[in-house]
């Protein structure tokens, strides 16, 4: 994937923005209704951030300034947890300027990782995780059997969409949405449906 990255970054955080309706909805039925607020907010920093510096090619660099940015800017659960693992992508990215399917898979990986340890969380807790690994894990089969990294992000969303329904068959054991114990099943996932999203973004991006 070459692509620009500040117009992957800037693709993500406009279909977060406008979604924040959406995330917010989702959220006000099993948790506090801020999510979209709160990724909004998010991504409105990181654009200004990244508007106000010098153009900047290694991406690693160019995450790591994201992941912070979202840790600074966003309250709650998700920001400091999205932000790690932006934070984490930034690492096996670092130095490169371009990115290939084994460099993903990485990044994804350590994304992920970091969000398990942050949040003390895994799957099939009604969390971003459900969303998230699954898409990973198609990722992964998408790069094995050699697959372009368009193919593979392709692969990723979609088991990203299935891992959003599937937050709607089970209860929350993590964050605000735990709660509501047995009253959270049938609701689906504020931060599984915010990183759909960015897939979905991604993917629509490279497709243009
Ligand atoms: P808050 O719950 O603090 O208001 P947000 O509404 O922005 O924060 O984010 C809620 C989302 O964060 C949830 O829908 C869920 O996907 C995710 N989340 C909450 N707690 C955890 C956790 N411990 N681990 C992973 N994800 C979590
Ligand atoms: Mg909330
Ligand atoms: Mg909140």
């Not at 990181?46 to 106000?52: D, H, I, N, T, Y």
């Not at 290694?58 to 309250?75: A, F, P, Q, Y």
């Not at 894990?137 to 088991?159: R, S």
């Not at 114990?181 to 993917?203: C, F, N, W």
Request: net charge neutral; charged share 20%.
């Amino acid at each position: 994937m070459s692509g620009n990255l500040y117009e992957v970054i800037s693709a993500v955080g406009e279909m977060i923005i406008g979604n924040r309706q959406k995330l917010t909805d989702l959220d006000a039925a099993i948790g506090d209704g801020d999510h979209g607020i709160n990724m909004a907010r998010g991504f409105e920093a990181v654009k200004a951030k990244l508007q106000g510096m010098e153009m900047e090619s290694d991406i690693g660099k160019v995450l790591k300034i994201v992941g912070m940015t979202l840790i600074s800017s966003v309250g709650g659960a998700a920001g400091p947890l999205y932000g790690t693992a932006f934070l984490r992508a930034a690492a096996p990215s670092q130095g490169k300027t371009e990115l290939d399917t084994q460099t993903i898979g990485l990044m994804l990986e350590a994304a992920i990782a970091g969000i398990k340890e942050r949040g003390k969380a895994t799957t099939g807790e009604k969390t971003m995780l459900d969303a998230l690994v699954p898409a990973y894990e198609a990722f992964q089969d998408g790069a094995n059997t050699g697959k372009t990294v368009t193919a593979c992000l392709e692969l990723a969303y979609e088991a990203a969409q299935q891992g959003v329904e599937f937050t709607k068959t089970i209860i929350a054991t993590k964050g605000r949405a735990s709660y509501l114990g047995e009253r959270s099943r049938g609701h689906q996932d504020p931060g599984a449906t915010s990183s759909y999203i960015m897939l979905k973004a991604l993917v629509e991006y490279l497709r243009r």
